[in-house]
């Protein structure tokens, strides 16, 4: 049952990180298509006129538009990487190496990349709600961001994994000594 669930983890992940490529993609593409569209008279005479938040000039939002695709971007990678670190652990788990070197450097750029996700969430998060009357009429949730609460509770989790693993490798490394 162990290897199975193993086995699924890393597939999950590999397809994960397979979206997170078509994600990021997607991301510079549409940037691309949306600076473009700004520069274009017709695009932008026509998008003015379809903006139901009357009296906002497009110009205002730019910076905006422009910090949430690349914010957007940067989660994609960071998902990605999150996926990758997660996946080589749960490689060297297969291979019955825990309290390993390999695994605590995997934990501890598993954590940079989550707590990168996290503060790039919160900056989406905090874009999101400056701006929400001209993105969207209403959001999910404002009084609780389900994914910046998700992502710190997740880093504080994974923060403790870490500093258990940095333990057992202590431990590990003392038993051996003393053989």
């Known amino acids: ?11 999950f992940a590999w397809i994960y990180q397979i979206f997170c490529v078509i994600g990021i993609i997607m991301w510079i593409v549409m940037g691309g298509v949306m600076l473009f569209g700004i520069r274009n008279p ?16 497009v110009d205002s939002y730019i910076g905006a538009i422009v910090v949430g695709l690349l914010s957007l971007i940067m989660m994609s990678v960071a998902a990605f990487l999150i996926c990758r670190y997660a996946r080589l652990i749960v490689k060297n788990i297969k291979q019955e190496v825990y309290f390993a070197d390999s695994n605590l450097n995997l934990l501890k750029k598993l ?20 701006h929400r009357t001209w993105f969207a009429k209403s959001s999910n949730n404002v009084l609780y961001p389900s994914g910046v609460t998700t992502g710190l509770l997740f880093l504080a989790v994974l923060y403790v994994v870490y500093l258990v693993f940095k333990y057992g490798m202590k431990v590990q490394e003392d038993a051996d000594s003393i053989i």
């Open 42 to 57: 017709d695009f932008r005479a026509g998008f003015e006129s379809s903006m139901y938040v009357k009296g906002v000039s």
């Open 1 to 11: 049952m162990k290897k199975f669930i193993l086995n699924l983890l890393t597939v």
């Open 111 to 130: 954590l940079i990349s989550v707590a990168g996700y996290t503060i790039i969430s919160i900056i989406d998060y905090i874009i999101f709600i400056t």
